[in-house]
């Protein structure tokens, strides 16, 4: 085995995240990483919006106008806050093309895969990184907001810094619990 899938074996995501966030340098390479995703036909369907400073707090106001009328003020306030949990988002946007043989939906697999070796790129040179969605990612006000076409999808948002603590180690599944052989 390689030190490749020895650090996939041993990644983990990090919720606990402070500045620095990746550098300028380091973000290109992870990009690059990114650009690396398998493609089917090379449509390139994805793009990517870099979040910090106050965009954050810009992000989320977006997020806050998710919440209905009569939201409790609570509630209100976390949505606010939330992205402010790390110094720096990144929205993984797949925007699909129209072409005769490649449907959406592999469009939008490649687009996460392409997040996940942004994630992979960015925990690999020294940052933690978590890849978040929940009901935001899928609120017109929110695509709206941060100026997604109406074709394109918020496949997540991927907080990521400098890890303050590390999580405890999650469980994982072993493979003879989801691999079988055929037929
Ligand atoms: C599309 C997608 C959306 C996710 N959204 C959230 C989320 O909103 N909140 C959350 O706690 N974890 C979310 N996760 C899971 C975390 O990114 C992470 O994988 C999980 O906490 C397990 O940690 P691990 O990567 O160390 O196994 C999401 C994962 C994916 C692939």
Same mark, same amino acid.
């Not at 400073?53 to 977006?62: I, K, R, S, T, V």
């Not at 020294?126 to 076409?149: E, N, T």
């Given at each position: @085995? *390689?030190?490749? *899938?020895?650090? &996939?074996?041993?990644?983990?995501?990090?919720?606990? %995240?402070? +500045?620095?966030?990746?550098?300028?340098? *380091?973000?290109?390479?992870?990009?690059?990483?990114?650009?690396?995703? =398998?493609?089917?036909?090379? %449509?390139? /369907?994805?793009?990517?919006?870099?979040?910090?400073?106050?965009?954050? !707090?810009?992000?989320?106001?977006?997020?806050? +106008?998710?919440?209905?009328?009569?939201?409790?003020?609570?509630?209100?306030?976390?949505?606010? +806050?939330? =992205? &402010?949990? #790390?110094? @720096?988002?990144?929205?993984?946007?797949?925007? =699909?093309? $129209?072409?005769?043989?490649? /449907?959406?939906? !592999?469009?939008? @697999?490649?687009? #996460?895969?392409?997040?996940?070796?942004? !994630? %992979?790129?960015?925990?690999?040179?020294?940052?933690?990184? @978590?890849?978040?969605?929940? /009901?935001?990612?899928?609120?017109?006000?929110?695509?709206?907001?941060?100026? &997604?076409?109406?074709?394109?999808?918020?496949?997540?948002? %991927?907080?990521?810094?400098? $890890?303050?603590? #590390?999580?405890?180690? $999650?469980?994982? =599944? *072993?493979?003879?619990?989801? $691999?079988?052989?055929?037929?």
């Amino acid at each position: @085995m *390689t030190a490749v *899938t020895d650090f &996939l074996l041993n990644r983990s995501s990090e919720p606990r %995240l402070e +500045s620095p966030a990746p550098d300028r340098e *380091t973000l290109e390479r992870a990009f690059a990483c990114a650009a690396r995703a =398998p493609d089917h036909a090379l %449509l390139r /369907p994805w793009r990517y919006l870099v979040v910090e400073g106050e965009g954050l !707090e810009a992000l989320g106001e977006l997020f806050a +106008s998710t919440c209905p009328n009569n939201s409790d003020a609570k509630d209100i306030a976390k949505l606010k +806050s939330a =992205p &402010l949990r #790390a110094p @720096m988002v990144i929205v993984g946007i797949a925007s =699909p093309k $129209v072409h005769p043989k490649v /449907p959406e939906v !592999e469009q939008v @697999m490649s687009a #996460a895969a392409g997040m996940s070796f942004l !994630e %992979l790129a960015l925990q690999d040179a020294g940052f933690g990184v @978590m890849w978040r969605s929940g /009901p935001m990612a899928y609120q017109a006000s929110v695509r709206h907001g941060l100026g &997604l076409d109406d074709h394109e999808q918020i496949v997540g948002f %991927l907080y990521t810094g400098s $890890v303050s603590s #590390a999580k405890p180690s $999650v469980p994982r =599944p *072993t493979v003879d619990e989801f $691999v079988r052989h055929w037929p």
